[in-house]
């Protein structure tokens, strides 16, 4: 064997083995496709080797050649493996990557929900515009006469007192309850009339679970020719019933100034009687001092306090639960 022979066997072996060398080591499509470039490629390692081959005789060439040859296949299907190795792994990883995990937490948006106060009166409402009634409302801030005056109630009423009403400097006072409405409603109106007044009242209570200073009562008014006490048990025990569900509902005598005769309605909650409600016959007095023939029309009415509905409704412990704004309290509704 010649020199010439032994010396190109020698460069075609140690550039086998560098190529191996470097393609096991390559990491990307590019670097495989640069390593393939620089040993098989036109002007790349393999063709200057290959070169060399000019010197040798015509006897030895074929030898070479094939030995040449040998190790061109073997580079590439060694970069042919390497790529198709590259390839799955770029896409096993992309699998990864973009896979769903079903169990992850997902991104929670904050949700806004209707307070249980104003879910309360707008359910009472619905049963109220249900059996034809509208919504009105009137001013909190009131004069004596819209809350207690034309109501027929006397001057010396214990209402009246400055421990339970808040006067304000100019002589009016903030509405002690939504019966104000009544008055105002009738002053512009003219019956057939059937209202249901919500709104916010202000009492002079000392707080406590079961008193706020700031309360919210709804009020309901109907006055017609021929109304009856009956009419007055239907509709408060229609109403009671779509609040409450087919709950036992009783009457009790009571009294309040702007009605006669007037009672005052528990609802069996839980095995217990509770007070929801007062209602009653409008007084005559109270038509008259709105212009209307008593002779002609009766009237009844019912007023009831939406906080203490919606602490029976929601078995809410403690009326400042409801001013709070405490979100982990509200998020319940
Ligand atoms: N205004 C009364 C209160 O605040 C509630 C009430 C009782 C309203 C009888 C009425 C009624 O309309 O007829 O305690």
Same mark, same amino acid.
């Given at each position: 064997? *010649? ?23 390559a ?27 000019g010197k ?5 060439? =074929?030898?070479?050649?094939?030995l ?8 590439? *299907? ?8 590259l390839l799955?792994?770029? $896409?096993q990883a992309q ?12 991104f ?5 929900? +209707? #307070? =249980?106060?104003?879910?309360t $009166? ?5 049963? @109220?515009?249900?059996?034809?009634? %509208? +919504?009105e ?5 009131? &004069?004596d006469?819209?809350n @207690?005056?034309?109501?027929? %109630?006397?001057?010396?009423h ?7 009403t808040?006067y ?14 009544? $008055? ?8 057939p ?17 079961? #008193?706020?200073?700031? @309360?919210?009562q ?9 109304? *009856?006490? *009956?009419?007055?048990?239907?509709t +408060? ?10 709950v =036992?509902?009783r ?7 702007? &009605? ?10 839980n ?9 009653g016959?409008?007084?005559?007095? +109270? ?21 203490? @509905?919606a ?10 639960r ?9 998020n319940?509704?």
């Amino acid at each position: 064997m *010649t020199t010439q022979v032994k010396d190109l066997e020698n460069q075609l072996a140690e550039l086998r083995q560098a190529a191996l060398a470097a393609i096991a080591g390559a990491q990307t499509l590019e670097s495989v496709e640069q390593l393939r470039i620089a040993y098989l490629g036109k002007k790349g390692e393999l063709s200057v080797v290959l070169g060399g081959m000019g010197k040798l005789s015509a006897g030895d060439r =074929p030898q070479i050649g094939a030995l040449a040859n040998q190790v061109k296949e073997l580079l590439q *299907t060694n970069l042919d493996r390497k790529r198709t190795d590259l390839l799955a792994a770029q $896409i096993q990883a992309q699998l990864e990557a973009e896979t769903l995990d079903v169990t992850m937490p997902g991104f929670y948006r904050p949700q806004g929900r +209707v #307070h =249980p106060l104003q879910s309360t $009166i707008d359910r009472a409402l619905d049963v @109220f515009v249900g059996l034809g009634y %509208t +919504v009105e409302q009137g001013p909190e801030m009131e &004069t004596d006469y819209y809350n @207690f005056g034309a109501l027929n %109630t006397p001057l010396d009423h214990p209402a009246r007192d400055m421990q339970d009403t808040f006067y304000l400097p100019d002589g009016n006072l903030l509405r002690t309850h939504t019966s104000s409405v009544q $008055i105002r409603h009738m002053e512009t109106n003219e019956p057939p009339i059937r209202i249901a007044a919500p709104g916010r009242c202000y009492r002079r209570d000392t707080e406590d679970a079961t #008193h706020a200073a700031v @309360f919210h009562q709804l009020e309901i008014l109907a006055v017609d020719e021929g109304l *009856t006490f *009956t009419d007055l048990k239907g509709t +408060v025990k229609t109403f009671l019933e779509e609040m409450f569900g087919p709950v =036992p509902i009783r009457f009790r005598a009571s009294y309040f100034p702007f &009605t006669e005769p007037s009672a005052e309605v528990d609802v069996q909650w839980n095995g217990r009687w509770l007070e929801v409600l007062g209602c009653g016959m409008v007084d005559p007095n +109270v038509l008259k001092a709105v212009g209307y023939d008593p002779e002609v029309y009766t009237g009844f009415a019912a007023g009831f306090g939406v906080e203490r @509905f919606a602490m029976v409704l929601h078995q809410i412990d403690d009326i400042r639960r409801l001013y709070t704004s405490d979100l982990r309290f509200l998020n319940q509704f």
